[in-house]
């Protein structure tokens, strides 16, 4: 037997949690059921049985994160909750008041305990079994049949419900449930937001779908895995056969062995911190092309790469650079998984968009214009022309020569100040599109249009593909660079749904259009529409066991 030891080990759980739970037990955790209270969407806050408005102890403000103490019950904005623990040695976790997170003061973040979970879930059961004696009547929203935050089988003991009535309580929702097919929560292992928000968009994408629930990864014969090392699109597959199981669960998944592989994956990133979400996008499609592209012995930038990762995602960008002494113009073409976008600054809004608003608002076609429109380079960045054969003033002009089957464009939200050597968040309001055609920024439109329309053909023309494109999901930013908030909208047979972590919720249209878009998700529109007509007869997974258990973390 082998003696090597693994090269990676994951974070350690907090320490601070562990002295608690080792001196207090779980009596915090009691003590604070009663003061929980939820919604019939599934949302849980913290309410303090003495005041109407929580404010902080320190500052007495009230807007904000403010977090509980678990051992003194008092109350910190996320600036004094470091001062809190500092001055009263062990109270270092308290719980966020808003959502009812565990939240480590010493640490200054989340963190996640299962028996936490089990505490909030008991809640839940408790007043939704009041509520339901009290109504006598079938809830009529989806988001009131979402009863619980945790599996099923977790192991819950409630102290003033019986158990098999608990039984009977969820499985008669669950049956009443009309969630579509692959619709699930997924639980927040502790400032993993980031993660759930990019994984709903993944789960949802025709084309990823379709791979992977046709067990084209299978990862019980996959031999990319080994003992010390987890395979990252093996885990995907664990979560698609979770989440599109005929079983029929609909409580929400922890995906905490999906994360353990991205960690091995990006050792760098490996901790309970906030990650930006389209990092984590490009990091997870970089994992998945590593991983499947060795067993093909292709390189990256290898153009035929077939892996699942480049045939759903990839495209190619044009880049002309012209001379603007004798006009001579140099192209190159790079490989792209995504576009990302510069928001026009020039028709920007810090107001909330309204379908047929007209006015000077910042649009995604704005922001395409300004991505496919000519660039004068600074003389600072003058190159060197093939034709004069020295440097010279140039104009750069990017265009999309290749479409992928999924389009994914990032707009540029955070930016970094030279000047002040700061970065900040830009919370300007985008209207964009359900419907996107692409035709005027390919390339062939853009340098047909540069020549008067003079060029009719040539190589790499677009026109015979698919440029119509349909949007499927769209991850939204809230918050500041700070204290953000990640979440998804999905479109699913033209209904729109709020994937907040673990809580899933029907909107309207018009709280996706007026939400501060961050990624959007488009997809062919041949490929959007067969993929609604054949959403009920998906290849279902009937793998029992959808992954490898993590004690305390499932």
Same mark, same amino acid.
Request: proline residues 4%.
């Given at each position: 037997?082998?003696?090597?030891?693994?090269?990676?080990?994951?974070?350690?759980?907090?320490?601070?949690?562990?002295?608690?739970?080792?001196?207090?037990?779980?009596?915090?955790?009691?003590?604070?059921?009663?003061?929980?209270?939820?919604?019939?969407?599934?949302?849980?806050?913290?309410?303090?049985?003495?005041?109407?408005?929580?404010?902080?102890?320190?500052?007495?403000?009230?807007?904000?994160?403010?977090?509980?103490?678990?051992?003194?019950?008092?109350?910190?904005?996320?600036?004094?909750?470091?001062?809190?623990?500092?001055?009263?040695?062990?109270?270092?976790?308290?719980?966020?008041?808003?959502?009812?997170?565990?939240?480590?003061?010493?640490?200054?973040?989340?963190?996640?305990?299962?028996?936490?979970?089990?505490?909030?879930?008991?809640?839940?059961?408790?007043?939704?079994?009041?509520?339901?004696?009290?109504?006598?009547?079938?809830?009529?929203?989806?988001?009131?049949?979402?009863?619980?935050?945790?599996?099923?089988?977790?192991?819950?003991?409630?102290?003033?419900?019986?158990?098999?009535?608990?039984?009977?309580?969820?499985?008669?929702?669950?049956?009443?449930?009309?969630?579509?097919?692959?619709?699930?929560?997924?639980?927040?292992?502790?400032?993993?937001?980031?993660?759930?928000?990019?994984?709903?968009?993944?789960?949802?994408?025709?084309?990823?779908?379709?791979?992977?629930?046709?067990?084209?990864?299978?990862?019980?014969?996959?031999?990319?895995?080994?003992?010390?090392?987890?395979?990252?699109?093996?885990?995907?597959?664990?979560?698609?056969?979770?989440?599109?199981?005929?079983?029929?669960?609909?409580?929400?998944?922890?995906?905490?062995?999906?994360?353990?592989?991205?960690?091995?994956?990006?050792?760098?990133?490996?901790?309970?911190?906030?990650?930006?979400?389209?990092?984590?996008?490009?990091?997870?499609?970089?994992?998945?092309?590593?991983?499947?592209?060795?067993?093909?012995?292709?390189?990256?930038?290898?153009?035929?790469?077939?892996?699942?990762?480049?045939?759903?995602?990839?495209?190619?960008?044009? &880049? /002309?650079?012209?001379?603007?002494?004798?006009? $001579?113009?140099?192209? +190159?073409?790079?490989?792209? =998984? *995504?576009?990302?976008?510069?928001?026009?600054?020039?028709?920007?809004?810090?107001?909330?968009?309204?379908?047929?608003?007209?006015?000077?608002?910042?649009?995604?076609?704005?922001?395409?214009?300004?991505?496919?429109?000519?660039?004068?380079?600074?003389?600072?960045?003058?190159?060197?022309?093939?034709?004069?054969?020295?440097?010279?003033?140039?104009?750069?002009?990017?265009?999309?020569?290749?479409?992928?089957?999924?389009?994914?464009?990032?707009?540029?939200?955070?930016?970094?100040?030279?000047?002040?050597?700061?970065?900040?968040?830009?919370?300007?309001?985008?209207?964009?599109?359900?419907?996107?055609?692409?035709?005027?920024?390919?390339?062939?439109?853009?340098?047909?249009?540069?020549?008067?329309?003079?060029?009719?053909?040539?190589?790499?023309?677009? &026109? /015979?593909?698919?440029?119509?494109?349909?949007? $499927?999901?769209?991850? +939204?930013?809230?918050?500041? =660079? *700070?204290?953000?908030?990640?979440?998804?909208?999905?479109?699913?047979?033209?209904?729109?749904?709020?994937?907040?972590?673990?809580?899933?919720?029907?909107?309207?249209?018009?709280?996706?259009?007026?939400?501060?878009?961050?990624?959007?998700?488009?997809?062919?529109?041949?490929?959007?529409?067969?993929?609604?007509?054949?959403?009920?007869?998906?290849?279902?997974?009937?793998?029992?066991?959808?992954?490898?258990?993590?004690?305390?973390?499932?």
């Amino acid at each position: 037997m082998s003696t090597r030891k693994p090269s990676y080990t994951n974070p350690r759980p907090c320490k601070h949690l562990s002295a608690y739970k080792l001196k207090h037990g779980l009596s915090g955790y009691k003590s604070l059921q009663k003061c929980l209270k939820t919604t019939p969407n599934g949302r849980t806050s913290v309410e303090n049985p003495g005041t109407k408005i929580s404010r902080c102890s320190s500052c007495n403000g009230y807007q904000g994160r403010l977090y509980f103490c678990l051992i003194c019950s008092s109350i910190s904005c996320s600036s004094h909750t470091l001062l809190h623990t500092q001055s009263e040695i062990g109270h270092d976790l308290a719980v966020d008041i808003e959502r009812a997170e565990l939240y480590c003061c010493a640490c200054s973040d989340q963190v996640y305990d299962p028996d936490f979970d089990k505490t909030v879930m008991s809640k839940h059961m408790l007043d939704l079994s009041y509520s339901t004696n009290r109504n006598g009547a079938d809830r009529d929203s989806i988001g009131e049949r979402l009863c619980e935050r945790k599996r099923l089988g977790s192991g819950v003991e409630l102290a003033d419900l019986n158990k098999s009535g608990q039984l009977a309580l969820m499985r008669d929702h669950r049956a009443k449930s009309c969630y579509p097919l692959g619709l699930r929560g997924l639980n927040n292992l502790g400032n993993t937001c980031f993660m759930n928000s990019v994984l709903q968009a993944l789960l949802h994408a025709p084309p990823m779908r379709n791979y992977f629930l046709s067990d084209r990864h299978n990862r019980r014969t996959c031999r990319k895995r080994s003992a010390n090392r987890l395979c990252l699109p093996c885990e995907l597959d664990g979560i698609f056969s979770a989440v599109y199981s005929g079983g029929g669960d609909r409580t929400p998944y922890s995906p905490a062995q999906f994360l353990y592989s991205w960690w091995q994956h990006s050792e760098n990133l490996a901790s309970y911190e906030q990650q930006d979400a389209h990092e984590f996008f490009i990091s997870v499609l970089d994992g998945i092309h590593e991983r499947e592209s060795k067993a093909r012995n292709q390189t990256r930038d290898s153009g035929d790469c077939q892996c699942i990762t480049h045939r759903v995602f990839s495209g190619q960008l044009r &880049s /002309d650079v012209t001379c603007m002494t004798c006009g $001579f113009t140099s192209t +190159t073409y790079d490989p792209c =998984l *995504d576009i990302s976008l510069d928001l026009d600054t020039n028709h920007c809004s810090n107001k909330p968009v309204k379908r047929n608003d007209n006015s000077s608002t910042s649009t995604l076609l704005g922001c395409l214009d300004l991505f496919t429109k000519p660039e004068k380079l600074g003389t600072d960045q003058k190159l060197f022309c093939q034709n004069c054969q020295e440097p010279r003033d140039s104009s750069k002009q990017l265009s999309i020569r290749k479409l992928p089957l999924v389009l994914c464009l990032h707009i540029k939200r955070f930016e970094h100040s030279l000047v002040r050597k700061m970065m900040r968040k830009i919370d300007s309001y985008m209207h964009f599109p359900f419907s996107l055609d692409m035709t005027p920024y390919l390339s062939s439109s853009i340098v047909r249009n540069r020549f008067g329309n003079r060029i009719f053909a040539f190589e790499g023309d677009d &026109s /015979d593909n698919s440029t119509e494109f349909e949007i $499927f999901a769209v991850i +939204t930013h809230s918050g500041t =660079l *700070d204290s953000g908030h990640y979440l998804t909208y999905l479109r699913i047979k033209e209904q729109w749904y709020k994937c907040d972590n673990a809580w899933i919720s029907e909107v309207d249209e018009r709280v996706v259009r007026a939400s501060q878009c961050y990624m959007m998700f488009y997809v062919h529109k041949t490929l959007y529409y067969k993929a609604k007509e054949d959403l009920s007869c998906l290849p279902v997974s009937t793998r029992k066991e959808a992954f490898h258990r993590v004690a305390g973390c499932c």
